[in-house]
């Protein structure tokens, strides 16, 4: 992609490297999406997912601490984070988030 790329466009790209199981070139590509739109929800999440497929734990989980900053009633993004947290071995923590994700993915249904 060349300059003048939105983060749209960057989001999108990375999304389709993601279908494809191309999570390195994904995360490249959703990186460029963060520095256009670091407040976005949806781009830390599918970062951090990208992270986690690539089994970059600590990396994953700091884009969901965002995420879940940003909106802390998104229950897959806790879950996702719990993911992370379990990764790194952080159990306590993890269960934590897990729970969070029964909780408001309960209310949603």
Do not use: N
Request: aromatic share 10%.
């Amino acid at each position: 992609m060349s300059e003048g790329v939105g983060a749209y466009e960057w989001f999108q790209r990375g999304m389709e490297l993601m279908e494809t199981r191309d999570f390195h070139p994904a995360a490249v590509a959703l990186e460029q999406a963060k520095k256009l739109e670091p407040d976005k929800a949806s781009i830390r999440e599918a970062l951090g997912r990208a992270y986690l497929s690539t089994r970059q734990f600590e990396r994953a989980a700091e884009e969901f601490e965002v995420a879940v900053e940003i909106q802390p009633t998104d229950h897959y993004a806790h879950y996702c984070l719990g993911r992370a947290y379990r990764g790194m071995g952080e159990d306590d923590r993890a269960e934590r988030h897990y729970e969070l994700a029964r909780c408001l993915g309960s209310k949603l249904a």
